[in-house]
């Protein structure tokens, strides 16, 4: 089954970000403010780049008062899984144990994360007992 809309582009994940952690609609000010100070970025990027994002269906524009705000349309978790699924099927053939194993291997992951993995398939593998 297909995304119900494009996988963001790392600019525009970077907006969802910015939006996300408010959690309530932004004018472009806002947004560019918040993006600004980690990386010198241009009010009319931001401005096109939301736009581009409005007809994406990534954000919705709401154009009632005079400065337009724009909210997420998706929340987190749903456009991470989107993203991790499309991962999942270009870089390792649709394999999640391939993935898993790729996440495991890399020595970034410290031994708590590896103790969370752990008890996360333990708890998947009851619940799939229960299905």
Request: glycine share 4%; hydrophobic share 40%.
């Amino acid at each position: 089954m297909a995304a119900p809309f494009p996988n963001p582009t790392v600019g525009e994940l970077a907006i969802l970000r910015v939006m996300w952690s408010r959690q309530e609609p932004m004018t472009v000010r806002q947004v560019h403010s918040e993006l600004s100070r980690g990386k010198d970025t241009a009010y009319t990027t931001v401005l096109k780049m939301l736009t581009i994002m409005a007809g994406k269906g990534l954000v919705r524009r709401d154009a009632s008062e005079r400065s337009h705000t724009y909210r997420v349309a998706h929340a987190e978790p749903v456009v991470q899984a989107s993203l991790l699924k499309d991962l999942v099927r270009r870089a390792f053939s649709g394999s999640a144990l391939t993935l898993v194993q790729r996440a495991i291997d890399d020595e970034i992951t410290s031994a708590d994360d590896l103790q969370t993995i752990a008890r996360l398939i333990a708890q998947a593998k009851a619940n799939r007992k229960k299905g």
